[in-house]
């Protein structure tokens, strides 16, 4: 079964940090450009970050450039979301997905059609 399934999310102070996991099963993540999302309360779904297939390239929206990092583990078959300095603005579900034919250009301009496999999503609170 093709799936998606993201972890590490959590209860946080601002300025602290935490790691998201977007692990698969089912399928080789290497092969696709694999992006992180989140949904705010109240807010529509955004893009955040993703990592192209072989690393070449990436790309974050600017509220979070300098202060995340995504990252791929070959061998554990998982793509990670490094967050530190988190601010109360972060506090979202998170999701992952991948895509073979799309990219991220900014928080809404991402073609959601292109993107599947979407996780269950976990959730990351940042307290002020």
Known sequence: QVQLVESGGGLVQAGGSLRLSCAASGFTLDFYTIGWFRQGPGKEREGVACISSGDRNTYYIDSVKGRFTISRDRANNTVYLQMNSLKPEDTAVYYCAKTS??????????????????????QVTVSS
């Open 101 to 122: 034919t799309g990219w991220m250009y900014s928080e809404t301009n991402y073609g959601f059609a292109s993107w599947g496999s979407w996780g269950q999503g976990t």
